[in-house]
């Protein structure tokens, strides 16, 4: 350490924590259990030991000369910020967050190297707005993959017929449905009709939704392809049938974050989705949603809009591992502007939501009650308390950031 430890407030390492504290606390440890088996197996009397039997120690919060202790890549005390590619403090004008402090210093959390891997992505330019106008190409990656139109009624049929009754009850009035199915060379439109009749809210809701309003984009760097929030999927909410949907559809079973909490006397849920996607390919999705509202037996999650302050600042990164600790960066997104909803979508990558990585941060400083709310509930005896290890909650400095890694059940 560069300081004696009565110089209070010294921070060796400069992770955020001074040395004093990492060490924790000194207390006197008994040695003689050991000193006592040492001796014995070597057969020295006790005669001959006149040495002390207490030890102080300190129990050891974190290495007070390692910013990492546990070389997760998350620091033992501080939020990591970059700016233009180079690491630098939280104070720094324009720099961005891009991991939380370890929640756990000693103990590596989340999938080995993932952090690392995700700083490094992090380091080259992260999109932060819409592009172009993005419809033509996700229809010719569908059409690439080799999907008929066939494939898309028979997957959707089953859930057809309750889906149609919930979007027409809640939404029929915002949105008008294409309900023709074409028998004309496929082309776009096509595509688009054929999907929108027999797959009802629950296609409408991941995969057709922007497709309804035209608003899938691609971002400026031409990384992945979003659909804006603002789309019929705000009038309409989420439901269950939004995951039987997904997994219906696509061959590769999604992965989904749900997690509940009450704030304000609203029930709210925080619920995202990660996969393949059959007309996006790879991606990924999180939104806020509140108050359910049953109709016709199905529960609808209405999302947080038009209450401003329920818009939060969110990113999103999305992660295939290669080997272990070895992951490619699929999409990342860093919107300059709050969301209810963040996602992304890759077109020309399938990977299998199994070997995905999924990091997405969302920052609550603009309510930090709701910040408040959902912690509690991840707490132990907490209703997301079986969740802990996907979720790490940020309030150090001022931060109130959520951030939620979640993995594929395949990854090592
Ligand atoms: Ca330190
Ligand atoms: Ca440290
Ligand atoms: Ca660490
Ligand atoms: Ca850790």
Redesign the pocket.
Known sequence: MSAPLTTLGHDTDGDGIPDLDELDRLYSRTMTYSINALLLRHSISSNYYNGPFMVNVWSYHSNPALED??G?G?LDGRARYLLNGVEVGPDVVGARMVAPP????????GPEGIWHNHMDAMRGDVPNSLGDLLVVESFNHLLRNGITLDDLAEGARRTWDVTWNAMRSSAGHTVRLITRRSDEPINAMSVLNAILTPVGSAYVTVNGSALLSSTFRMDDQRMAIHASDDYPLKYMGYNYLVDVGLNIINDDKAIVSRFEFEHNGHDLVIWGWMGDYLMCGSGAEVGIYKTPSNILGVDHWWNVRPSANIELYMTLSLYGQNSRNNFSNILSWAPTTPQWWVNGFKPTSNIRAETMVMINSIDFSRNVGMFNSLKETFEHGGRNWQYKDYVIFDDNDGNETVWIIRWGDNVR
Do not use: S
């Open positions: 202790t546990d997760d998350m370890d929640p756990n210093p000693r103990r590596r959390d």
